[in-house]
Antibody, heavy 122, light 108 residues
Framework: QVQLVQSGGEVEKSGASVKVSCKAS????????ISWVRQAPGQGLEWMGW????????NYAQRLQGRITMTTDTSTSTAYMELRSLISDDTAVYYC???????????????WGQGTLVTVSS | EIVLTQSPGTLSLSPGERATLSCRAS???????LAWYQQKPGQPPRLLIY???NRAAGISDRFSGSGSGTDFTLTISRLEPEDFAVYYC?????????FGGGTKVEIK
């Protein structure tokens, strides 16, 4: 069965960086893209960006440009999201989600990771 | 950026009742690229509907989606206890991908 298993929660200080992993299993990793979505406490869903696991192409949300990097390791079927220069507003649960196309962002998210809580403290 | 506005913010209904949730877009969204998700506390979102009207695998036929252009609707025909949750619409027509603010369906 398809599974996306994310790394554990992190507590970071303002200005630091965090890297969250998302290990996929149960399907061919390079046949589907990965998007990252975050959810601040008590708030809605915010799309952060997308990566093609096929060719490494990325699209990032404009407001995160310059602070975010998405990568993949196809040998371990793992996607990564790194966010730098953390601020308190980055405190949120971060989700990876499978995108139903390998080479484009415009598909629905059919499977989601369990979420990773990132807490930014001052 | 396409802004999605969901209404109402909260829907108070009893089990067995019909729920009608609205998602309005600030500009036209191809119906091919509109999805609905359900989220329960402490859980990730779950895909319900994609392409505006296609049920995802394993989703009950109590859930149906409709609409086109800028107006989309999620209907839950008869609410079961497990349906009380928050529902989000999402467009994936153009970047940035966006979600609506959510509709909470609560027990009356």
């Amino acid at each position: 069965q398809v599974q996306l298993v994310q790394s554990g929660g992190e507590v970071e200080k303002s200005g630091a960086s965090v890297k969250v992993s998302c290990k996929a299993s149960g399907y061919t990793f390079t046949n589907y893209g990965i998007s990252w979505v975050r959810q601040a406490p008590g708030q809605g869903l915010e799309w952060m960006g997308w990566i093609s696991t096929y060719n490494g192409n990325t699209n990032y949300a404009q407001r995160l440009q310059g602070r975010i990097t998405m990568t993949t390791d196809t040998s371990t079927s793992t996607a990564y999201m790194e966010l730098r220069s953390l601020i308190s507003d980055d405190t949120a649960v971060y989700y990876c989600a499978r995108v139903g196309r390998r080479d484009s962002y415009n598909r629905h998210f059919d499977y989601w990771g369990q979420g990773t809580l990132v807490t930014v403290s001052s | 950026e396409i802004v999605l506005t969901q209404s109402p913010g909260t829907l108070s209904l009893s089990p067995g009742e019909r729920a009608t949730l609205s998602c309005r877009a600030s500009q036209s969204v191809s119906s091919t690229y509109l999805a609905w998700y359900q989220q329960k506390p402490g859980q990730p979102p779950r895909l319900l509907i994609y392409g505006a009207s296609n049920r995802a695998a394993g989703i009950s036929d109590r859930f149906s989606g409709s609409g086109s252009g800028t107006d989309f609707t999620l209907t839950i025909s008869r609410l079961e206890p497990e349906d009380f949750a928050v529902y989000y619409c999402q467009q994936y027509t153009s970047l940035p991908l966006t979600f609506g603010g959510g509709t909470k369906v609560e027990i009356k």
